[in-house]
């Protein structure tokens, strides 16, 4: 059989999948380690769970810190009485901006898990996308059922 690989990215992290024929390599790198592993496929689930972040709070957060640093250069500006000197509401106002970029652009929690088996496997579900995620993890399903027929004489089905 052909080999599959599939890659995914997020930030600074990056995972390879190698789909052989008997096992999956799995390939971790990050910032501060690499690590490498193979799973057997006979060891692996059939049941596909999908985890996702629909909550609309971060964005509204997010939105809240962004208006409010807006707001507060607004007032300080319009505020001719000079409460505050200029660099420290500047600086004040740079940091509620920083702070509502990094709250919208935090990543989701949005896995595809492969569970009830021996060993669970977790994937990205939209890298590089959803449609390439699902036809891999169904390979590894496809896969992972003639390992176990042909070993065992065991249909998962």
Known sequence: MNDLKLIQKQGFSRYEFILMDESLIVKQFTISQNKEWAVKLENLGH????????????????????????????????????????????TLSMVYAWFATVVILSPLNNKLLLVRGAEDLEFMSDKPSEKEVREFVDEIIKRSNEVLLRKYGIDPD
């Open 47 to 90: 049941e596909i769970i999908i985890e996702k972040d629909t909550s609309y709070m971060r964005t509204g957060l997010s939105l809240f810190i962004g208006l409010s640093s807006i707001l507060f250069v607004i007032g300080n500006a319009a505020d001719h009485s000079k409460h505050l000197n200029a660099w420290l509401w500047i």
